[in-house]
């Protein structure tokens, strides 16, 4: 059975790129914070909404990737221009992310593993109004 890893991308704090890169990559963590860190979301007009799109890939022992990386999620409601946009800036992180420096304990712990990571890009979204009727004073 695979190691199957999902990680949303919105609310994370600020990630220390330059210890990745020297260190190396030596968790499930540092490998997120390496994908994190090497995410750009395309250009959104304003007022779009953003979407959501995950992505199915394994990496080899040296941090490649390893066969074809594969979308397996989209937003339902993407235009085609957004789903391409979108599809290019994923395929874009993995290459400027790969090969991952792992150490070697994760690099055998990994290799050849499934994950599947969801970038979560709706920062547009306009966020739901919340009204609490028990805090609102009427008079009757």
Not at 16 to 23: G, K, N, S, V
Not at 121 to 136: K, T, Y
Request: proline fraction near 7%; charge should be positive.
């Amino acid at each position: 059975m695979g190691v199957a890893a999902l990680l949303l991308f919105c609310g994370m704090g600020r990630v220390d790129q330059a210890f990745a890169e020297t260190e190396g990559v030596g968790t499930l963590a540092g490998v997120f914070a390496r994908l994190k860190s090497c995410w750009k979301p395309p250009a959104l007009p304003r007022g779009h909404p953003g979407m959501q799109i995950t992505v199915l890939f394994s990496l080899q022992r040296n941090g490649e990737i390893f066969g074809k990386p594969r979308i397996t999620f989209e937003t339902a409601d993407a235009s085609e221009a957004d789903s391409i946009a979108y599809r290019t800036a994923v395929m874009e992180t993995l290459q400027h992310c790969t090969p991952m420096p792992f150490t070697g304990g994760l690099g055998d712990a990994v290799a050849g593993r499934p994950f599947r990571v969801r970038f979560d890009d709706r920062r547009n979204q306009p966020q739901p109004v919340e009204r609490r009727a028990w805090l609102i004073t009427t008079t009757l």
